[in-house]
């Protein structure tokens, strides 16, 4: 993990936020979507405050609004599953627009998409204010299983190897005049797809080699010692205890 490696939902800024270190920000984020998923569905003026807090957050991080909202497509499988649900609910039913709802699904829907969306949404401003290098170096800080750790370096490393080779071999079919317009031509894709997985296989051993020939026994070096301050702490861990106190008032109100 001694090496940077940025990615697309990386936002590169120079903001408190982007300052604080990636253990603290990971806690915090975890410990808001446990809140926010603790927080009764029908108290809707708490998931809007929700909304509120992680918009101060976006401000704070210097991330734009438009950023943000582009990365939380990626829930829209989410969504049409949630729009589907007072259709296919059992239970109480009402009338809206003329279509017959279930009531137990309108309530379920709305917990899935107040939820699920704050959820990627706190999920995104990580992500856009830490870099996947010291997300590495946070989850290794918070004590997660090192193997697992090792896991995701090596996945996150070697996915972008994977990806160009992929497009190598895109460009070298077009370039013969191939292009895939039906079934016939899925037997090419499946032996490009063969062919991908043994040259990546054999990569994979080439650098397993390597490794072991320079002294890995099985754990990897910690290059950079990540420590955080009480004031970091505090600052990181703001959002979630303003959200408790939402929560709190969710429950009791």
Same mark, same amino acid.
């Given at each position: 993990m001694g090496a940077g490696h940025a990615h697309r939902l990386y936002r590169h800024g120079h903001s408190p936020v982007h300052a604080l270190p990636p253990h603290t920000k990971l806690a915090a984020a975890f410990a808001f979507v446990v809140v926010v998923v603790s927080t009764p569905r029908e108290a809707m003026w708490a998931f809007a405050l929700y909304a509120v807090l992680l918009a101060l957050v976006a401000r704070h991080a210097r991330v734009p609004a438009g950023f943000l909202?582009?990365?939380?497509?990626?829930?829209?499988? =989410?969504? @049409?599953?949630? %729009?589907?649900?007072?259709? +296919?609910?059992?239970?109480?039913?009402?009338?809206?627009?003329?279509l017959s709802l279930s009531v137990n699904g309108l309530w379920g829907a709305w917990n899935v998409l107040a939820k699920g969306t704050l959820g990627v949404a706190a999920s995104v401003l990580l992500a856009a204010t830490?870099?996947?290098?010291?997300?590495?170096?946070?989850?290794?800080?918070?004590?997660?299983?090192?193997?697992?750790?090792?896991i995701a370096s090596f996945m996150i490393r070697y996915g972008d190897v994977i990806t160009d080779e992929m497009r190598r071999m895109r460009i070298a079919r077009?370039?013969?005049? =191939?292009? @895939?317009?039906? %079934?016939?031509?899925?037997? +090419?894709?499946?032996?490009?797809?063969?062919?991908?997985f043994i040259r990546s296989y054999e990569r994979g051993e080439r650098v397993h080699l390597a490794m072991v020939s320079r002294g890995y026994a099985g754990s990897m070096p910690v290059i950079d010692e990540v420590t955080a301050s009480r004031a970091q702490w505090s600052h990181a861990l703001a959002l979630p205890c303003a959200a408790l106190v939402v929560c709190l008032l969710g429950w009791t109100l």
């Open positions: 909202l582009r990365r939380l497509l990626i829930e829209v499988p =989410f969504v @049409a599953f949630a %729009v589907l649900m007072p259709f +296919v609910a059992e239970g109480e039913r009402v009338d809206v627009l003329g830490t870099e996947l290098r010291e997300l590495l170096l946070g989850l290794q800080r918070l004590k997660l299983p090192p193997l697992l750790v090792q077009e370039s013969r005049g =191939f292009e @895939a317009r039906g %079934v016939r031509h899925w037997g +090419v894709l499946a032996k490009s797809a063969g062919a991908l």
